[in-house]
């Protein structure tokens, strides 16, 4: 039995060890690189939705976590990785997940997870997303924006409606409140240097990029990663070198914060997005399956 015990996570008295156990397994590449850390830092200053579970000694053994109800992540001390403690955290998440169902990411190369998901009821997604990657000291091209075009930081609040506007013409299933953007800028990972527009030559915003990054730790993650975690351009600026402008810009201000690489998730259905990723130096790292509980 690779565990003895396990208990509700406590908030801040589990804080630093829960996150020190994920940073130990992202060292060594275990599962999927998402959620990025500042995620799981802000998700982890709530003692609901998460569980621990302990070895005969009381040493932490692995963590899971619940996101939006729904989507179940974990992470395993290294060496300690079996399908017997895998087992115990999906059935952990399936007694907590809510009524819309029951989510797991899996790296495609992470077959022996993909078996058991499978044997447990699970069935695939049809689609995938995809985790890119690029060093942050590897060449950059500087950024160019379209003529009459500048990129600069957000500035509260005049900015704050503007943007929140732009996001939800964008992404019209995800609407979102000046409330939820000013939420977003006061958790963790959040830094005003990384979250930056485009401004049209009439004054007009007409995109955004933003970066996110969390803890890292001296012996685990000596610089640690950045998110690109959102990037959008109106339409009518489709096409004109925007987005890529905005991705440029992102990584040189994270190049400024130290970072050591950046991550990014894109879906496997947006090609174009893809293109403009690859041009700015990233690369697929992996290719990401979703797995839905079919047994409730």
């Not at 952990?92 to 495609?108: E, K, S, T, Y």
């Not at 830094?191 to 012996?219: K, N, R």
């Not at 914060?257 to 690369?283: I, K, M, Y």
Request: contains cysteine; negative net charge; aromatic residues 6%.
């Amino acid at each position: 039995m690779p565990y003895h015990s396990q208990r509700n996570y406590r908030g801040d008295a589990d804080r630093a060890a829960t996150l020190d156990l994920w940073l130990a397994a992202r060292a060594i590449g275990q599962g999927d690189p998402w959620p990025g850390l500042h995620m799981l830092a802000a998700a982890l200053t709530q003692p609901s939705g998460a569980q621990l579970w302990f070895d005969q000694h009381d040493e932490l053994v692995a963590a899971s976590l619940l996101l939006e109800g729904s989507v179940l992540v974990w992470a395993i001390r290294p060496g300690a990785d079996d399908e017997a403690i895998e087992a115990a955290l999906i059935d952990w998440g399936r007694r907590q997940a809510h009524g819309g169902g029951l989510f797991v990411p899996v790296r495609d190369d992470d077959l022996r997870l993909v078996h058991l998901l499978e044997r447990s009821g699970f069935e695939e997604e049809p689609w995938q997303m995809l985790r890119m990657v690029r060093m942050v000291l590897d060449p950059l091209a500087p950024p160019s924006p379209p003529s009459g075009c500048t990129i600069r930081p957000l500035t509260p609040p005049q900015d704050l409606a503007a943007a929140t506007a732009l996001h939800s013409t964008i992404f019209a299933g995800d609407r979102k409140q000046i409330s939820e953007r000013q939420q977003l800028m006061a958790a963790p990972g959040y830094h005003p240097q990384l979250d930056l527009i485009a401004v049209s030559p009439q004054g007009e915003l007409v995109g955004y990029c933003l970066g996110m990054h969390g803890p890292g730790a001296a012996q685990h993650h000596p610089t640690p990663p950045g998110w690109l975690e959102l990037i959008g351009v109106a339409e009518p600026w489709h096409g004109r070198g925007l987005g890529r402008a905005l991705t440029l810009a992102m990584l040189e201000a994270m190049r400024a914060e130290g970072l050591s690489h950046v991550l990014l998730s894109v879906s496997d259905s947006n090609p174009s997005a893809r293109r403009v990723f690859e041009h700015c130096g990233f690369r697929v790292r992996h290719r990401i399956r979703w797995y839905v509980d079919a047994t409730g």
